[in-house]
C-alpha cells in the first residue's frame, strides 16, 4: 500500500509522540532497508504499532473497530487474494450491496482506494484496526482455510504416489523458470502446480480454470474434448487465479478487461509453454492455460492419419514451385501440425522457408520463423512484406484472416513462391468462396490456388478396450449414413479402461478432405460458381469428403461412428 508518508509524519510529530531527531533515525532506517516509515519506528524501538494506529485514528478521524470481536463471511474473505491482504495489510470485513468494508492499520491514499474499487468492482469504505489485529486476522481467516484447502486438494489432485510427497512438491515449483515463490504464498502454489502437473499426466492440451456461482471449476481437454478434473470451493476462486496471473505476467489488479499472457515450464522431458486467456465473466475471471510441449517431436506426414492415395497427393502438392496451398477447418483442428509436418519435409538445405505465425508454437531448426506482434506493429502484413525481400522458396502464413494478408499471399504465389497458410471454413471448397468475399479476384483465386485441404481430429479408439457393435438401422439414419451401404460392416464403441482414464479414447487422428484444383475447378472459381456445384465436380475428381474419410477409419477400427458424427454433423 502506498501511504501518505509525509502526512502520517506531521501527525506524528505534531503529536507529540516523537522528536525530530527520532524520526530523522527512522527516515534514514527506512530508506537503508527498504522498509515503511511505521515499521521503522517500530523496529527502532520509538514505537509500537498500537501508538501509531491511536495517534492515525485520531488525525484522520476513521471509524476504529477492533475486528478480533467480529466473525468475516467466507464471501467477504474471498473478495481480495492473499497476496493481496498479506502485501498491503487490509483485510475486506463486511459487505453491504454494492460496498466492502476494508480494514487497514493505517490510511490509504487515492490511488489505493481507485486500484480497491477496480479490484473489487464496488464501492470500498475504509476502518482503521490495529496492526496486529489484522495479522491476527490474516492467521484466522486464510492461513487456516488454506492449510485446511491444501491437504484436501493435494489428495484430490494428487495423480500418483511420487506426486504427493513434499519433495516432489518441491519439484513440481521447481518448474517455473521465471517465477517468484514467497515462502507465505507456498499453498496456494503448490495446488496451482498439482492442477498443471495432473493436466500434463492426463494428456490435456487445455486448462480450463472456471469460477461459477457456488465453486471454482476444472476442466481438462482431452484429445479436444472437455472434461471436469476437480472442483474447488468459492474461497480459493480469486487466490488461484490471482496466482495464475502472477505466473503468467498479467496484471492482478486488472479484472475487466480480457488479458493475456504466457508461462515458462521446464521439465526433464524439456520445455512447456503454457500460453494464458484470462476473460472477465459475472462470477469472476475465466482463465484458459493452453499447454504447448516445445521439445515434443513433431509428427511427420506419414503419421498424421492419410489413406494412401491422399498422402501422395498432399505430397505431390506441397512439392510443387509455386501457387497457393490452404488447410481449412476450426482452431483445434490440427491445422498447425499438418503445416508443420509439411514444412519438416521440405526442410532441406538448398530451400529457404520463412513463417509468419501468431504465435509460434514450435521451433523447427533450420526454418526462420517471425512471430506477430501487433503492439508493435509487426503484424502479418508487415512480415510478408519483409519476407518477400529475402528471397525465400516457400512461405508458411499461419492465417489468412484479412484482405491485406490475402492479397499478398496470392502476389507470392505469382511471384515464384510456394505458399502454405489456413483458413477458417467449414469445407475446402468453401476456401474459394471466402477467398473471393475477402476481396481477391476471382481470376487470382483460379490462377493462384493450387490446393485445399480441410480437416478435422477425432479421438482414436483406446486399442485396450474397444468393443464390437451392432448399430440399428435407426441409429444409423440418425447419425446421417445410409443403412444399405454399412449393413456388411464391423464396427467397435468405446468402453473404457485404466490405460484411457475410463474414457474409451485414446489420441486422435486426423480426417481429411483434399481437392487438386484442376483446370475445370479454376474455371468453376473464375466463373464465381456456387459452391455446391464445385463440390460436386471435386466429388468426381476424386475428392473424398470429410465425413466419407471418418467413414472409412470407423469401418478401420480406429474410432466410432458416434466420433465422426460428432465432427461431422449430418453432412454428405
Known amino acids: 500500500m502506498k501511504y501518505p508518508t509525509h502526512q502520517i509524519e506531521d501527525t506524528l510529530l505534531s503529536s507529540g509522540i516523537i522528536s525530530r531527531e527520532q524520526l530523522d533515525k527512522a527516515k534514514e532506517a527506512q530508506n537503508k532497508e527498504g522498509i515503511k516509515l511505521e515499521d521503522a519506528l517500530v523496529k527502532l524501538g520509538y514505537l509500537t504499532y498500537s501508538e501509531i494506529f491511536q495517534c492515525l485514528a485520531a488525525q484522520y478521524n476513521l471509524p476504529v473497530i477492533d475486528i478480533a470481536k467480529i466473525n468475516i463471511a467466507d464471501e467477504v474473505i474471498a473478495a481480495l487474494p492473499v497476496q493481496f491482504v498479506k502485501k498491503h495489510y487490509v483485510i475486506p470485513i463486511a459487505k453491504d450491496n454494492n460496498t466492502v468494508t476494508i480494514a487497514v ?221 490452404l488447410i481449412t477447418g476450426p482452431t483445434g483442428s490440427g491445422k498447425t501440425t499438418t503445416l508443420y509436418a509439411a514444412i519438416s519435409e521440405l526442410n532441406k538445405p538448398n530451400t529457404k522457408i520463412i513463417t509468419a505465425e501468431n504465435p509460434v508454437e514450435y521451433v523447427i531448426p533450420g526454418i526462420n520463423q517471425s512471430e506477430v506482434n501487433e503492439k508493435i506493429g509487426f503484424s502479418f502484413p508487415t512480415i510478408l512484406r519483409t519476407m518477400l525481400r529475402q528471397d525465400p522458396n516457400i512461405i508458411l502464413i499461419g492465417e489468412i484472416r484479412d484482405t491485406e494478408t490475402a492479397d499478398i499471399a496470392v502476389t507470392a504465389a505469382l511471384t515464384g513462391h510456394l505458399v502454405l497458410s489456413t483458413l477458417h471454413t467449414n469445407n475446402a471448397v468453401s476456401a474459394i468462396t471466402r477467398l473471393i468475399n475477402m476481396g481477391i479476384k476471382p481470376f487470382l483465386v483460379a490462377t493462384s490456388l493450387q490446393g485445399i485441404m480441410a480437416q478435422r481430429l477425432v479421438r482414436m479408439l483406446c486399442t485396450n478396450c474397444k468393443e464390437p457393435v451392432k448399430y440399428t438401422a435407426e441409429q444409423l439414419l440418425d447419425m446421417g449414413f445410409t443403412v444399405d451401404t454399412l449393413k456388411d460392416f464391423s464396427f467397435y464403441k468405446a468402453k473404457g479402461c485404466k490405460h484411457c482414464n475410463k474414457i474409451g479414447y485414446y489420441g486422435r487422428t486426423g480426417i481429411y478432405e483434399l481437392i487438386d484444383i484442376n483446370e475445370t475447378l479454376r474455371d468453376m472459381a473464375y466463373r464465381f460458381a456456387e459452391t455446391d456445384e464445385i463440390k460436386k465436380v471435386a466429388r468426381k475428381s476424386g475428392m473424398t469428403t470429410l465425413k466419407e474419410d471418418g467413414l472409412r477409419k470407423a469401418k478401420d477400427g480406429k474410432t466410432t461412428l458416434e466420433e465422426v458424427f460428432r465432427i461431422t454433423g449430418a453432412e454428405d
Open 105 to 325: 492499520s493505517s490510511p490509504p491514499d487515492l490511488g489505493f482506494m481507485d486500484n480497491l474499487r477496480f479490484m473489487l468492482n464496488a464501492d470500498v469504505k475504509c476502518v482503521l484496526t490495529a496492526r496486529e489485529n489484522i495479522e491476527n486476522a490474516i492467521r484466522k481467516y486464510y492461513d487456516r482455510e488454506l492449510a485446511k484447502s491444501a491437504d484436501t486438494l493435494l489428495k484430490e489432485l494428487a495423480i500418483s504416489e511420487t506426486i504427493t510427497n513434499a519433495a516432489n512438491v518441491e519439484q513440481v515449483k521447481e518448474l517455473v523458470t521465471d517465477a517468484t515463490l514467497p515462502e507465505d504464498e507456498d499453498t496456494i502454489i503448490q495446488l496451482v502446480y498439482l492442477i498443471i502437473n495432473k493436466a500434463i499426466a492426463s494428456r490435456a492440451s487445455d486448462i480450463h480454470v472456471e469460477p461459477l456461482s457456488n465453486r471454482l471449476r476444472i476442466r481438462y481437454r482431452i484429445d479436444g474434448v472437455c472434461q471436469e478434473a476437480d472442483s474447488l470451493p468459492t474461497h480459493l476462486r480469486d487466490l488461484i487465479i490471482s496466482r495464475i496471473k502472477i505466473l503468467a505476467n498479467i496484471d492482478i489488479s486488472e479484472k475487466r478487461r480480457p488479458q493475456d499472457g504466457r508461462i515458462g515450464l521446464k521439465s526433464e522431458g524439456g520445455e512447456l509453454d503454457i500460453r494464458v486467456s484470462c476473460l472477465p465473466s459475472i462470477h469472476g475471471e475465466s482463465i484458459v492455460m493452453r499447454l504447448l510441449e516445445k521439445s515434443v517431436t513433431l509428427m511427420s506426414l506419414s503419421n498424421l492419419g492419410f489413406y494412401e492415395n491422399d498422402y501422395k497427393l498432399f505430397q505431390s502438392i506441397i512439392k510443387r514451385p509455386n501457387g497457393i496451398f
